[in-house]
C-alpha cells in the first residue's frame, strides 16, 4: 500500500472486489424549524458510531458533506446485501430511527431525507488521488501507485494496457521549482 501522504504522488483505489456506494442525508426545507430538522440530522451520530464499531456489518467508512440546505454522508460497503440486512435490522440503530423520522418528522416538510445506492462490480470503478492523501473509496480500501496499467483511466478499468494517458507519466516530468 502507497504511504497516505500528500508527497508528489499519483495513487488509485484498490476496492479489491464488488462494494456498494450509498448516499444518505437530509434536506433542510424551513430553516427557522430548527426544532425539527436538527434532531433528525443528529439521528445519523448513534448509527455511524455503530458502524465504525462494527465492522463486521460491512461498513466500510464514509465521508461527511456540509452545504447550504443539505448533509449527506457518503458510504462505502462491502455488498448491498450488508446494507440491507444493516437498515432492516431491529437490532441495530438505523430502522429506529427511519420509523421515528417518519413518526414525528416526515409529515412537517421541514425536512427532507434521501439515499441512493450504487452496486459497483469488481473492476468497474476507476480512481485518481494526484498530490493528496487517500480520499473517498481510496481511504477506505486502500491506494497503490498508479503506473503501468493503471497510468490512464482506461487502464484502471482493465480496458487498455494503460499506455493511453493523454499526460506524461510522473518519471517524465521535470520537477517545478518553487517561487
Given at each position: ?19 456498494v ?53 457518503i ?50 470503478q ?22 503501468g ?12 494496457d ?15 521549482e518553487?517561487?
Amino acid at each position: 500500500m502507497a504511504p497516505a501522504s500528500s508527497q508528489l504522488s499519483r495513487l488509485t483505489a484498490q476496492p479489491g472486489g464488488d462494494f456498494v456506494v450509498f448516499r444518505i442525508g437530509l434536506r433542510i426545507n424551513s430553516y427557522w424549524k430548527i426544532h425539527q430538522w436538527l434532531p433528525v440530522a443528529r439521528m445519523m451520530i448513534p448509527m455511524l458510531k455503530e458502524l465504525y464499531s462494527h465492522p463486521e456489518l460491512g461498513f466500510l467508512g464514509a465521508e461527511l458533506h456540509i452545504g447550504l440546505r443539505h448533509i449527506f454522508h457518503i458510504q462505502y460497503w462491502r455488498s448491498y446485501e450488508q446494507l440491507m440486512a444493516y437498515s432492516h435490522s431491529k437490532d441495530h440503530a438505523h430502522l429506529p430511527a427511519w420509523r421515528e423520522y417518519n413518526r414525528r418528522y416526515r409529515a412537517t416538510n421541514a425536512v427532507g431525507i434521501f439515499h441512493e445506492t450504487y452496486r459497483v462490480r469488481a473492476g468497474e470503478q476507476e480512481s485518481i488521488y494526484v498530490n493528496m492523501p487517500p480520499y473517498g473509496l481510496g481511504l477506505v480500501t486502500g491506494v497503490v501507485e498508479a503506473t503501468g496499467r493503471r497510468q490512464s483511466a482506461r487502464g484502471r478499468m482493465s480496458l487498455t494496457d494503460g499506455q493511453d494517458s493523454p499526460v506524461p507519466a510522473y518519471g517524465e516530468i521535470a520537477p517545478v521549482e518553487a517561487r
